[in-house]
C-alpha cells in the first residue's frame, strides 16, 4: 500500500474530526430530557422591564435595593440612575453625572434653564447580546426565559465581557473575581416577587414585565406609547424599554 | 503479508498514537465538562439553580400587609399609597418571616422624607417638592405630617 505523507495527514485529520463529532452527537444522545424546575416553567416567561424616565425623581431607592438585596460591593452597581442635564442651544453635548451611581441622591447642581431630568440604567438583558457572544467559557448566557445571567463559577474573570457591554453594565466585582452584572432578581422573579428595584421605586418610574403573559399589561403599554430601547443602532433587541426617552440620552 | 505488515507497521505506530490522544482527548473531555452543560443553552444548569438560591431580602409589600393591615390601610387612602412599605423602611424580609427575629428601627423623617421631596431641578414637575430646610424650619417632617398618609389634616 502506498500512501503519501500528504495523504496520512488528511486520513488522520478526518479521522479526528468524525471521532469528535460522533462524540458530540453521543453527549447529545445521553443529555436525555429537559426536566422542569419546581413551580416555574421557564417556557412560559420572556422578561423585559418599562422604564419611565418621566418619573424618575433620582432618590436612589433602586440603587440602595439592589446593593442590599444583591450584595453589590460599595463602589459598584448593577443599576445606577444618570441625570441629563441639556441645554438648547448644545443639544448635541448633553451633561451627564452619576455622583456615586444615584446611591445617595442628587445634590441640587443646575440652577439655569435646560432640560435636567433622571434616566435610571440597568442591563438590558438583550435577546442578541454582545457580551454572550465573547464569553469563551459559556459562563455567560441567556435563559429560555430571557434573561442574561453569569455563571460565576464558570467565569474565569478574562473580563472580555465588560469589554463588550454597549451599555457598560457589567463591572469586575473584586469579591468573588468574576464578572458581575444585574440578574434582574432572577432569584426574586422566579417566586413570583418584582425585583429588589421595581419594590423599592416610590413612582412606578420602573416595572417588571413579561411579554409572554397575555395578561401583563405591557402589551397594552407597548401599543398606545411610544417607547424606544438604549443603542438601538447596536441591534442587541435591548429588553428594557424606556418610555418617551429624550434623543440626548445614550 | 509480513513484508506488507512490516512495510506499514510505521503507520500502525501513528494510527495507535493517535487513536490513544483521542480517547484520552474524550475522557478528560467528559471529566471537565460538567453534566448537562447544554441542557437549556450553552451553560451549565446547575447555574440557575445556585442563582435562585440567594436569599430574598424584600419581602414585598404584600407580605407587609397581611400582619400590619391598620398601616396598610391608614396608606392605601393617602398620597403614599403607591409606595412599597420597603421603601422607606428597607428590606424586612427577615422581620416578616419572623418578627421577633428583628425588630425594624423606626426611619428618621429628616433623612427619608428629603431623599425624596426635597427640591431639585431634574425631578419632574409634577412631583411635590419642597426646600426642606426652608419648608419645616428645623422641625421634623412628622411633627406635621403623617408618614403614612402625609396630608395636613387629612
Not at chain 1, 441629563?84 to 453625572?97: A, I, T
Not at chain 1, 445634590?107 to 469563551?136: I, L, R, W
Not at chain 2, 447555574?47 to 392605601?76: M, N, T, W, Y
Not at chain 2, 433623612?111 to 421634623?140: I, M, Y
Amino acid at each position: 500500500m502506498e500512501m503519501t505523507r500528504r495523504e496520512m495527514l488528511v486520513k488522520s485529520g478526518k479521522f479526528i474530526l468524525l471521532t469528535s463529532a460522533a462524540a458530540a452527537a453521543w453527549d447529545y444522545v445521553l443529555a436525555g430530557k429537559a426536566e422542569a424546575a419546581p413551580n416555574y416553567d421557564m417556557t412560559k416567561h420572556w422578561w423585559a422591564m418599562v422604564i419611565d424616565p418621566e418619573k424618575c425623581i433620582g432618590c436612589g431607592n433602586c440603587v440602595r435595593a439592589c446593593e442590599t438585596e444583591n450584595d453589590v460591593p460599595e463602589g459598584y452597581f448593577r443599576t445606577w440612575i444618570e441625570r441629563y442635564h441639556v441645554d438648547d442651544w448644545d443639544m448635541e453635548h448633553p451633561q451627564v453625572d452619576s455622583p456615586n451611581g444615584g446611591h445617595d441622591g442628587f445634590p441640587e447642581k443646575y440652577h439655569d434653564g435646560g432640560k435636567t431630568f433622571f434616566v435610571p440604567k440597568m442591563c438590558n438583558h438583550c435577546a442578541d447580546s454582545p457580551c454572550t457572544q465573547v464569553c469563551p467559557v459559556g459562563a455567560t448566557f441567556i435563559t429560555p426565559d430571557g434573561v442574561v445571567l453569569i455563571d460565576p463559577k464558570y467565569c474565569l474573570g478574562c473580563r472580555y465581557c465588560i469589554q463588550a457591554c454597549p451599555y457598560g453594565c457589567r463591572f469586575f466585582n473584586p469579591k468573588t473575581n468574576t464578572a458581575d452584572k444585574c440578574t434582574l432578581c432572577y432569584h426574586r422573579i422566579t417566586q413570583g416577587l418584582t425585583t429588589a428595584c421595581c419594590e423599592a421605586c416610590p413612582t412606578q418610574a420602573r416595572v417588571l414585565a413579561d411579554l409572554k403573559n397575555p395578561k401583563d399589561p405591557i402589551h397594552a403599554f407597548l401599543r398606545t406609547h411610544s417607547v424606544q430601547v438604549l443603542k438601538p443602532q447596536m441591534a442587541t433587541h435591548a429588553k428594557v424599554f424606556y418610555k418617551n426617552l429624550d434623543g440626548s440620552v445614550r | 503479508m509480513k513484508d506488507f505488515l512490516r512495510s506499514i507497521e510505521h503507520l500502525l505506530r501513528v494510527v495507535l498514537l493517535l487513536a490513544l490522544g483521542v480517547i484520552g482527548f474524550l475522557v478528560v473531555r467528559r471529566m471537565v465538562i460538567p453534566a448537562e452543560f447544554g441542557k437549556y443553552g450553552h451553560f451549565r444548569p446547575a447555574a440557575l439553580d445556585e442563582i435562585r438560591a440567594h436569599p430574598v431580602k424584600f419581602a414585598g409589600r404584600q407580605a407587609c400587609e397581611a400582619c400590619h393591615s391598620d398601616q396598610a390601610d391608614v396608606k392605601s387612602k393617602g398620597k403614599h399609597a403607591n409606595l412599597g412599605c420597603e421603601a422607606c423602611h428597607g428590606a424586612l424580609a427577615r422581620h416578616a418571616e419572623d418578627p421577633g427575629s428583628l425588630v425594624p428601627k423606626l426611619p428618621d423623617t429628616a433623612v427619608l422624607c428629603a431623599r425624596c421631596h426635597e427640591a431639585n431641578q431634574a425631578k419632574p414637575k409634577s412631583f411635590p417638592q419642597v426646600k426642606t430646610a426652608e419648608h419645616s424650619s428645623g422641625l421634623a417632617c412628622n411633627t406635621c405630617h403623617k408618614p403614612h398618609d402625609p396630608r395636613i389634616g387629612g
